[in-house]
Nanobody, 129 residues
Framework: QVHLVESGGGLVQAGGSLRLSCSAS????????MAWFRQAPGKEREFVAT????????YYADSVKGRFTISRDDAKSTVYLQMNSLKPEDTAVYYC??????????????????????WGQGTQVTVSS
C-alpha cells in the first residue's frame, strides 16, 4: 500500500508561482515513476507531468511545458511540482500519482489515469486574473 499526501496549494495571482509537494510512504519510492494530474471544475482529470524513477527523464503536457517543473527527492520520498507564470486556466485540484510499473512506457501510458494505481487526496490551486 502506498500513501500519498499533497501540499502547497493555494490562491495566487496570474503570473505568480507555487510549489506543490507530494510526500510518499509505503513503497520503495525511488524505483517508481511519479506524476501530477489536475482536474478543473466540470472537466476530466488530465495529465500534467511525470518523472522517471531515476529522475533522469521528465515529460510534460503541452499546456504547462516551459512553465512547470517536476522533480523528486528520493531521500525525502517527495515529488515536487514547481509552477511558474501561472494562468487562470491552471486553476484545478492537483493530484499526485504513483505509476503501476517500475519503468515508464510511452506517452499513451504515462498520460493515462489507468497507469497509476495510487493517488493522493489532491490540493487546490486557484489562480486569479
Amino acid at each position: 500500500q502506498v500513501h500519498l499526501v499533497e501540499s502547497g496549494g493555494g490562491l495566487v495571482q496570474a503570473g505568480g508561482s507555487l510549489r506543490l509537494s507530494c510526500s510518499a510512504s509505503g513503497r520503495t519510492f525511488s524505483t517508481y515513476p511519479m506524476a501530477w494530474f489536475r482536474q478543473a471544475p466540470g472537466k476530466e482529470r488530465e495529465f500534467v507531468a511525470t518523472i522517471t524513477g531515476s529522475g533522469t527523464n521528465t515529460y510534460y503536457a503541452d499546456s504547462v511545458k516551459g512553465r512547470f517543473t517536476i522533480s523528486r527527492d528520493d531521500a525525502k520520498s517527495t515529488v515536487y511540482l514547481q509552477m511558474n507564470s501561472l494562468k487562470p486556466e491552471d486553476t484545478a485540484v492537483y493530484y499526485c500519482a504513483a505509476y503501476r510499473w517500475r519503468y515508464l512506457s510511452g506517452l499513451a501510458y504515462y498520460t493515462d489515469l489507468g497507469s497509476y494505481n495510487y493517488w493522493g487526496q489532491g490540493t487546490q490551486v486557484t489562480v486569479s486574473s
